[in-house]
């Protein structure tokens, strides 16, 4: 005797969300079933996927997410330093540090971070434009702002050695102790940097 299960469109619907990052089996199938609790929720849902596939797409230079037919205020800014290049792994890391009002530059969007287990390649990430937007805008410092886990490092280590082939001064965030944090709560590596980044007062 087969075994009942959701009809197709259901499961179809259900192996799509579960593809999403951070949802597995049970959460995409609670959110499936959500969304089929009360019809009024679905059709703003798909409203709001077609405009977004209609509208926004990635700035070929920066690779922030801008509307169709307007320019991206990241890169066109009247008050953004053109030779400064803030180098980060997603879309969402931008915002993260705009907000923190501490930066001003450019931003340059890399789309991930190496990861050879991944088979995530150079090729795979948004490299080559960097290099060229290097070039074109003469930048006098890129600094990169990856993840500090082996992979975020491995990313550091290789665009620092292609940007120093370029002749721009290339830096790295602070890392270390975090602000109000005690000893007792941080990790050895995070002490080792932390005294290694060091400043005087």
Partial sequence: MPSLDYPLPLQRLIAQIKGLPGLGPRSA?????????DSGRVE??????????????????CGFFIEHETDCALCQGPN???????????????LRLER????????????????P???VTPDDL???????????????????????DVEGEATASYLSDLLRIEGVSVSRLAQG???????????ELTLYQALQGRRQM
């Fill in 44 to 61: 703003p849902l798909v409203d709001a996927l077609k405009e977004l596939v209609a509208r926004v797409h990635a700035c070929s230079q």
């Fill in 177 to 187: 102790m975090p602000a109000g944090g005690g000893l007792d709560y941080v990790d």
């Fill in 80 to 94: 953004r330093q053109q030779k400064i290049i803030c180098v980060v792994e997603q879309a969402a890391d931008v």
């Fill in 117 to 119: 287990l991944d088979n």
């Fill in 100 to 115: 923190s009002g501490a930066f001003q530059g450019l931003y340059h969007v890399l789309g991930g971070k190496l990861s």
């Fill in 126 to 148: 948004r490299i080559e434009p960097l290099l060229e937007r290097v070039r074109h805008l003469q930048a006098q410092e890129v600094i990169l702002a990856v993840g500090s």
């Fill in 29 to 37: 199938e609670r959110l499936v079933l959500w969304l089929m609790q």
